[in-house]
């Protein structure tokens, strides 16, 4: 499924990943079913119809048809599995379904609560989890079950999530204002500088408070809310 149209401007894929492949095995079961009934058939056509040509003939159409049907089902199933993707960017998590009909479900990184992952002991030995998504929001994913590598994927979504918090506060350095000077300068006077990024007072005290819940929820230390508080406080 091609996901750059899916994707908001600046906005950036960290990692990909799909449902481990026992949830394609438990989505194929009517076809397993299928071709044990059609091996069932086969050895009981061999056994006990083999004098008789009509109940022989019978029971070889019967196969043929179970087999194609279970290697029919099999292939949808693979496809419906492999379109089934789950998307992490750098602002937000994407759930990708559907084969024909295209479904897409998303959950803002910001507006992520906690991530709770759950491993059973064969999830441990094979490599997959669920990872349960809290929200502040009524709507959007909330569960990915039988993940492939779901700690790896938590760990990234939440290091992703820290980085979008240091953005939206200020404490992460972002790009200077674009400085144009003056078309026509006077001769013999020095060019002004560009501004240091300034900011109004309302904006500064926003900003501080920001990074104030980041520094008492841990996410910044004190000596980092300290120097941007310094930098901040030299824009006004």
């Known amino acids: 499924m091609a996901l750059d149209k899916f994707l908001a401007t ?16 438990a989505n194929a079961a009517y076809a397993i079913v299928m071709w044990l009934i059609a091996v069932f058939l086969l050895v009981l056509s061999a056994t006990l119809f083999n004098g008789n040509d009509g109940i022989g003939r019978a029971l070889g159409w019967a196969v043929v048809a179970l087999v194609i049907l279970g290697l029919v ?8 599995w492999q379109n089934e993707q789950f998307v992490l960017t750098n602002r937000r998590v994407l759930r990708l ?5 295209k479904s897409v479900m998303d959950s803002s990184l910001e507006k992520i609560n906690d991530a709770i992952l759950t491993e059973s002991v ?9 990872l349960e998504i809290q ?24 290091d992703a999530k820290h980085e979008l918090e240091l953005e ?6 972002m790009p200077a204002p674009a400085y144009r000077a003056s078309a026509t300068p ?24 920001n990074l104030a819940d980041l520094r008492d929820r841990g996410a910044i230390s004190a000596e980092e809310y300290e120097a941007k508080k310094a930098d901040l406080l030299g824009r006004l």
């Open 97 to 101: 379904a559907g084969v024909l009909n």
């Open 186 to 209: 006077v001769e013999g006077t020095p060019a002004a500088s560009p501004a240091a990024g300034s900011m109004s007072a309302d904006d500064v005290t926003r900003t501080l408070a």
């Open 10 to 25: 600046g906005e950036t894929p960290l990692r990909s990943e799909h449902q481990h492949w026992f949830v394609l095995i």
């Open 135 to 158: 929200t502040a929001s009524e709507s959007g994913i909330d569960r990915l079950r039988m993940l492939r590598d779901a700690p790896g994927f938590k760990r990234t979504m939440l």
């Open 122 to 130: 064969f999830g441990r030995i094979f490599g997959f989890g669920d």
């Open 73 to 80: 089902w099999f292939a949808w199933q693979v496809l419906v």
């Open 168 to 173: 939206l506060s200020g404490a992460k350095p």
